[in-house]
Structure formats: C-alpha cells, structure tokens
C-alpha cells in the first residue's frame, strides 16, 4: 500500500463526483466462459497499457497505468430472525442499483444517498455478483497484472457467502473462488502455463497454513529489490481441476478457526486469504521457439533457443476478512476479547491505510499490522483490486452498516498502479536448453554409433576384397606355374627327340663328330691349362697385395715410431739448453761470489800501482800472474782461470747481452776481472770484449754495469793497442757521455782512471781533446771525491807530461790544450791538495806545462808561478822539488816574473 500517485477519482458520499465504471460495468449476460474472458481481455488490453514490473532488461518498465480500487456494495437478505425481529421496522438502507446509489436511512425523514461503482442488491445471484465484482480482476490475472478481491463487512453480512461458497449442492451458489478458478483453468494453455494456490490465515497477527494447519506461524518475506511480499513457508499445490481445487478448499475451510458468537455461528474472527499463483508463458515467443526447434534446424533452434522465453507471472488474492463490527458488539467472551483486539488491529491498521491512501497522506502505516502488509499490493501497489462490502439490512446494526458504507467510499479512493507481471523466464530457457542439449548427445551418440558401424563395415568389406584378391592371385599363379612346368616338360620332350634324331645320323657324320671331338679336347686342355695359369697368378697377386698392406702397416707403424722419438729428442735439447744456461748463470755467480770474496781479502791487503785503479782488478791479475807459472798454487783466482778454460771467452761476452740484468751484472764483473789480467785484455779484444764493454756504456741503464764496464776499459786503456781502439770507437765519448751522468764516485774513478790512461798516450793528444776528453776530466771534479780528483790529476799529470815531452823533442807545439781547455785554475786550486796522490800529480803537471815556454804567460796570470815557486822550496819529494826549481829558472819568462817580483829563488 504505497501512496498512490494517480489522479484521483474522488467520490464523495454526496455522489460528488463520478467514479469511472471501467471493469464494473461489464455486462455478463451477454457472454461467458473463454469467449467472454477474451472480449474482456482485449477491453482490458485497451484499457491498460502493458507495463512490466519483472527483471526485464529489453523492455522498459514504465510506471505502470492508473487504475482505482472499485467498491460494490452487496445486501444482505434479511434471514430468519431479522424477518421475526424486525418484521415492524423497514430496512435502514435503501437500495437504487440502476443509479448505482445507496440510501442510508437515519430516520424516518433523513437519510444519506452514497455511490458505489457497483450496488447489488439482496436479489443479485451469485454469478452476477461474481462477474462484476471479480471477473474484470480475474481477467486481469489472466492478462499478467495482480489483482485483488475482498469482502469487507459486519459478521454475518455475506463475505464468505459472496467468496467462499463452494455450491456443491447448488451450482449457482458458487461463490467467486470457485468460479474464479474455473475461468482461471478455463483459460490457462496446458503444458506451458501453470495454476497454483496456497491458502493461509491471519488469526491473531499469526499467519496459519490452511493447507498445513501444523505450519502456524508463516513469516512474511519481502524483496528488498522489488518490495515484493511473499510466503514462502506457506504449503503450494498446484491446480490441475476444478475439483481438486474445491477439495483444497473445503479443507481449507475445515481448519479455519471459527469461534461462535451471539451474531452468527459461522462467523469467524480470522481473516482468510487464497493466493492463486498464475504461471503463463507468452505464446507468440513459445510458438516460434517450437518451429525453430525441428529436426533440420539445430543450428537456427540453437539461436532461438538461447533467447529466454517471456513469462507472466500474476497472482490473484482473494481476502475474506473478518467480521468488522466492533468488539462491544460481538459478544465476545474468554480469549475472544483478545482475539477481537488482534482482529481490530488489522482491521484498523487497513482502514488507517485506506483512509491515508484516499487523503494522499505522505504517510502509509503499511507496517502496522500483518495484514496491511499482505495487501500491500492490492492498496495503493500494482494490483487491480476490487472491494465488496456487505451489509445487513437490519436498522439495530445501522452503525455497523454505516461504517462499512464509509470504509466501501474511502476505499473508492484509493489509486493504484497495475503492472504487468512479465519476466524472462531463465529457469525454462535453461531447461530447455538441457533438453536441447541432451537431445544433441542422444543424436551424436547414435551418429557415433552410426559411423563405427559404417566403419567396420567397410573394413570388413576391405577384408573380404582381399581375401578374394588373395585367392585369385592364388589361382593365377597356380596356372603359370602349371603353364611353365608343362612347357618345361615339352622343351625336354623336343631335346630328346633331337637328340634321338641325332643318334640315328649317318656315320660321316660320326667321324667328323670324332675329328670335331678330338679337336674339342684339345681347345679343352687348353682351356684348362689357361684357367690353372690364370688361377695361380690371381693367388700371387692376392699374395703380394697381402704383403704390401702388412709392408704398410709396418712402414706406418715405424714412422709413428720415428715422429714420437723426434719428439722425444726436440725435448731432451730444449733440456739439455735450457740445463747449459742454468749451468752458465751458476758459474757466473759461483764466479761473483768468488771475486767478492777475493775482494774482501784484498781489501785487507792495500796496494796502489800507477795505473791501476781497480784494486779488485789488480788482485786478479797480480794473482793469475803469479799463479800462471805455478798452476798447483792453491791461489784465489784458480777459479778464474779454470772457469775461462771452462766456459770459454766468448761465451762470458754473449752473456753480456743476456736477457736477465743479474746475468749481465755477473758476465760484466767477470768480464773486468779478465780484463785486469794482461795475458787476457788481447783475447778480450780479439774476442770482441772491447766493443761489447763500450755498448754496455752506451746502452744501459744499470750505473753498477756501466761502473764495472768503465773499470774494464779502463784496464783495457792500459795497453797502446787498446787505446787506439778506445779511441776508434768513440770511447772517450762514450766515458764523457758517462762521466757527465754518473754521481757514483767509484763510476767516476773508473772513467777518470780510463781517461787518465789515454791522456798518457803521446799520439792521441789532440783527438782526446777534441772529442772532450780533458773537459770531461775537468768535469768530474764536481764529486770532489779524493778518489776520484786523484784520477784526475793523474790525467792531467799524464796529459802534460806528453805534451812536454813533445816539446823537448822538438816538434812544433802551441799553447797547451790543458791550459786552452781551462785547467789552471783547478791545477792551482788543488797543487798544494792534503791528499798526496793528487798534490803529487798536480806538482808534477805544473812542472810539465811550465817546462814548455809559450804556456808561461798564463801559469803567471793565473797565478801557478806561486804555487812553482812553493813546490820548489817546499816539495817533500826531493826529485820533484829539484824539477821544479830547475823549470823555474830555466824559463826566461817565469825568471823576469820572479825578478820583477822580487822573490828570491
Ligand atoms: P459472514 O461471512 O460475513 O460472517 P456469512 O457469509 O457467513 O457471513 O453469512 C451469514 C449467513 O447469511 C449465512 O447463513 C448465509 O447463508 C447467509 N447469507 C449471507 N448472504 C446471503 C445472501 N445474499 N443470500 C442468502 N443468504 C445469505
Ligand atoms: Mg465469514
């Protein structure tokens, strides 16, 4: 009961305004049974536009069609008591069916006129009251919209009459339940549609299963998407027959509590309500899914069949209420008073909604009672609903009629919205798809069934064909074979014949036979003697294949032998080589260890000849020397000496060259040792040694090689021969280039040492100076080292020396090259040095260069005089003092220097 939405067809009791008579004005004389529920139908069809409240997604649900709640009123007979008891008074209400109106007489001179859409009087048969009251809604039902028929009315007054009757003994007594049912299975199509019913009582506010009595408190169930109210815990019997439908009833009527009152011993305070569920398919849909499902068509069946078919599914409520009177009336007694509260409650709840609904309240109390929500739908929802309220005729219940009159009237008000029931039916689409589907199974079954069989058929035949093929080829072959032996044997037959033909031949023909024979015989032996020959040269020829394959084998065999021990050979001399240069690094070693040693003890033993500036050097060779003569000595440097013989000159010089820096450092040291020994520098020089020990000065990097190496030139300078070599090989380049780089005051030592002997050489004078020599020499003073100024001095000493020898033997000589290249001012620096070996050379120079005239202008300038002058006076080696006294005096020069100096010589 939802308030309604709908333009109102107000009607008021003073006949305001005029309902409209849609449904009730239906004539039903003039038609019945099938032909006239479809008239009223298609009636219908116009009235109402089809609208659908069920989950239909193709179709627009509209709001459904406007329709008001229509109200007859029906009168009661006056029955036996009321003839008894009111047979003085008149009726209190009076009725004028053809104006539809009802008079209500409050007295004698008053009364109050209402209009219902339909009056039926105390006369009106049962049938007409059922067609005007219920058949519009039964027809409706049948369309697909829910629809509603209800008795309201004093106990008493003729509601289960007008509905319940069943009219077993007297047909036209049928109330509008049964004759419902029958046009309701008139019209239902058996096999696609459906007819069920469930048949309950509120009593109490508790709902009862009439069908069931044991289920005495059904729940109401709404949906909460549609509102829908249901009752799924009420018993469902489907409706096949009239009969069993009228069967239900009466036991439905059986169970219905019925209590007594003082009005009417039938009356019953419950209020009953049948629900007739009606399941339609739509047929147009129906029909074509039939056709389309036929034997050719699976696949056009299968498209059809997934579009679910249209299903109306309506229902029809009839409400047989309770006695409406109030509860004073009634005469209730014990429990009854409860029970008529209950019954009130209700009844009540639905005039609250009616009257709610009529005035268009926003709010309907739906909820109050069991009942308003059972009709929910049929007040104010989607149901064509009609109202009977009945009434006596008797003046002592003119209240009760009066407030039925004004509940039939506010009911007329009330608008509801009919929609159509219309839903896709899965449930039968899927059903019938299984249908279909197994169907399908059955039909593939039989086809696999089908195609086995024509399989095995055909294999069967196959087998057959070739068991025949088998059989003629049998046969076939049996004659040729017959054929071939038959001509075999002809063959043989002609052979013998020709051969007995032969036999009987004349006997010329015998001798040249013989001759023929004789001959044969002998082409035979031949033949033979040819086949043996031949025989015994294919065994020969097989024979000496057989030794040349094992001649092969055994020549392979061999050269694999040959291959391994080359291999094995190249190894052993890679050993053997690389066992040779292990055996070389040790010697050398065993040779360096040897010399240090050596030079540790000579160490101890000091000794400084002219010359010799490698006191490790000098050892080696003052003891080789002596060992030379006296090869048992068990001397230090046997090692030496057996190790040259041993190991060879040359081999020490490649090793110059070695890879390894240890073996260079070691064939160096070895190399100078030699070259300390006289006997040796020559077979050093010739061996190449001289070259080699001048390319390590050039080329490595190591000062300890270069040092070493210097020093063994430096031996080497000793002799004349060498020092042209020296000097044909850019050596005193070469120790310029060294002395320049060297810090370390032993390499420098030993090139001064190398320099210092060339300086002694009369013949090279002017190229050691020009290659740099004596500016080298001068150079290496820088070191300061005593050692190392001594070696220096020597040079100049030597240098000198040759320079003055020169000039006494009479050769033309300029200035000296000394004296040119700048010595002087160390000469003089150093001519009174602590260290002797140095004063003494540079004594000895001064009195070589100032021997020599033309150098005596510088030896004053730079002030050498003073130094001559001291040297002769205080020298402590008398044969240098004695020298330089004589220098002195004898040059005119340095005499008119002292004279103009005054110094007394
Ligand atoms: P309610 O159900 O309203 O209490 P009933 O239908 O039981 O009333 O009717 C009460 C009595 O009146 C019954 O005996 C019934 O046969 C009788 N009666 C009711 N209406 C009529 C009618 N229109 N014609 C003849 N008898 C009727
Ligand atoms: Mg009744």
């Not at 009593?203 to 299963?209: A, G, L, P, S, T």
């Not at 190229?767 to 003073?781: H, Q, T």
């Not at 020898?805 to 200035?815: E, F, I, L, M």
Request: hydrophobic fraction near 35%.
């Amino acid at each position: 009961m939802a308030s309604s939405g709908g333009v109102r067809n107000g009607v008021g009791p003073r006949m305001s305004a005029k309902p409209d008579r849609q449904g009730f004005s239906a004539t039903p004389k003039t038609a019945a049974g099938k032909q006239r529920l479809s008239s009223s139908a298609a009636a219908a069809g116009g009235a109402y536009r089809r609208t659908s409240s069920g989950p239909l997604p193709s179709r627009a649900a509209s709001d459904g069609v406007s329709s008001r709640v229509r109200v007859a009123v029906r009168l009661r007979p006056r029955n036996a008591e009321e003839l008894a008891a009111d047979a003085d008074f008149g009726d209190c209400v009076e009725l004028q069916p053809e104006l539809k109106r009802l008079k209500l007489r409050k007295n004698n001179w008053e009364s109050e006129t209402y209009e219902f859409d339909e009056v039926l009087t105390e006369f009106s048969s049962q049938k007409r009251v059922y067609e005007v009251v219920a058949k519009p809604v039964v027809e409706s039902v049948m369309e697909g919209y829910n629809g509603t028929v209800m008795a309201y009315g004093q106990t008493g007054t003729g509601k289960t009459f007008t509905l319940g009757r069943l009219g077993e003994e007297d047909t036209a007594a049928r109330g509008i339940m049964v004759r419902a049912m029958e046009d309701i299975l008139a019209d239902i199509t058996h096999g696609t549609d459906s007819v069920s019913v469930s048949y309950i009582q509120l009593y109490m506010e508790m709902i009862q299963d009439l069908l069931d009595p044991v289920n005495d408190n059904i729940a109401i169930v709404e949906d909460p998407r549609t509102g829908d109210v249901s009752l799924p815990g009420a018993t469902v019997v489907e409706v096949r027959d009239q009969k069993s439908f009228v069967d239900l009833l009466r036991v439905g009527e059986a169970h219905r509590v019925a209590a007594n009152t003082k009005l009417n011993t039938e009356s019953s305070r419950s209020h009953a309500i049948l629900m007739v569920n009606v399941r339609r398919s739509v047929k147009g849909r129906t029909e074509m899914d039939v056709s389309i499902s036929g034997e050719n068509g699976h696949s056009s069946s299968m498209m059809g069949s997934l579009r679910p078919p249209i299903v109306r599914k309506s229902k029809l409520v009839v409400v047989d209420l309770a006695g409406s009177e109030r509860i004073d009336k009634s005469g209730s007694e014990g429990h009854t008073l409860e029970e008529a509260k209950s019954i009130n409650l209700s009844l009540s709840a639905l005039g609250k909604c009616i009257n709610a609904l009529a005035e268009s309240s926003p709010h309907v109390p739906v909820r109050d009672s069991k009942l308003t929500r059972l009709l929910k739908d049929s007040f104010g929802g989607t149901a064509r609903t009609s109202l009977v309220v009945t009434i006596g005729p008797s003046p002592r219940h003119r209240g009760e009629t009066t407030s039925t009159i004004m509940f039939g009237q506010r009911a007329m008000k009330v608008e509801n919205m009919v929609k159509l029931k219309e839903e896709f039916d899965y449930k039968s689409l899927c059903r019938r798809l299984d249908i279909e589907l197994d169907k399908l199974i059955a039909e593939n079954e039989r086809q696999r069934k089908y195609f086995d069989d024509e399989v095995e058929r055909i294999r069967a035949e196959a087998q057959c064909g070739i068991a025949e093929a088998e059989r003629e080829c049998k046969i076939t072959l049996e004659n040729e074979k017959m054929k071939y032996h038959q001509e075999y044997l002809d063959s043989i037959r002609i052979m013998e014949e020709k051969w007995k033909v032969h036999q009987q031949s004349p006997k010329k023909q015998n001798k040249e036979a013989e001759s023929t024979s004789n001959n044969t015989g002998e082409v035979h032996n031949l033949l033979q003697n040819e086949k043996m020959l031949r025989q015994s040269a294919e065994d020969e020829a097989s024979d000496l294949k057989n030794q040349v394959s094992h001649w092969k084998k055994l020549e392979a065999t061999a050269t694999a032998e040959v291959v391994k021990l080359r291999k094995m050979l190249d190894a052993e001399a890679s050993q053997k080589e690389k066992l040779e240069e292990e055996i070389d690094v040790l010697r050398s070693q065993l040779l360096q260890m040897s010399m240090e040693a050596d030079e540790t003890r000579r160490s101890l033993d000091k000794g400084d000849g002219p010359g010799k500036i490698f006191p490790g050097l000098d050892s080696l060779v003052s003891q080789t020397r002596g060992l030379q003569p006296r090869e048992q000595s068990n001397g230090p440097k046997q090692p030496i000496a057996k190790l040259f013989e041993q190991v060879g000159l040359k081999k020490i010089l490649s090793l110059l060259e070695s890879e390894e820096p240890d073996v260079r450092v070691h064939a160096v040291k070895v190399v100078a040792n030699l070259a300390a020994e006289e006997a040796n520098q020559e077979k050093i020089v010739e061996a190449g040694g001289l070259t080699s020990l001048l390319t390590l000065l050039r080329s490595s990097e190591d000062e300890t090689i270069r040092r070493v190496a210097a020093g063994a030139i430096a031996n080497l300078a000793m002799n004349e021969t060498n020092q042209d070599l020296i000097m044909d090989q850019g050596g005193v380049t070469l120790l310029s280039m060294t002395a320049s780089d060297a810090e370390d005051p032993q390499t420098l030592r030993m090139v001064a040492g190398a320099i210092a002997n060339l300086c002694g050489n009369d013949k090279l004078q002017t190229r050691l100076r020009g290659e740099g020599g004596i500016k080298a020499l001068l150079g290496m003073v820088r070191c300061g080292h005593p050692d190392v100024l001594a070696q220096v001095a020597r040079g100049i000493a030597n240098f000198a020396k040759c320079e003055s020898r020169a000039a006494t033997q009479g050769n033309k000589v300029g200035k000296s090259l000394l004296i040119d290249d700048g010595s002087l001012p160390w000469i003089v620096k150093n001519a009174n040095n602590e260290a002797a070996p140095i004063r003494r050379h540079i004594e000895l120079a001064l009195c070589h260069l100032a021997q020599h005239e033309v150098n005596s202008k510088d030896i004053i300038n730079e002030g050498a005089l003073w130094e001559l002058v001291r040297i002769s006076r205080d020298c402590s080696r008398e044969d240098i003092r004695k020298l330089a006294y004589r220098t002195v005096t004898s040059s005119p020069t340095l005499q008119a220097e002292i004279r103009r100096l005054g110094i007394k010589m």
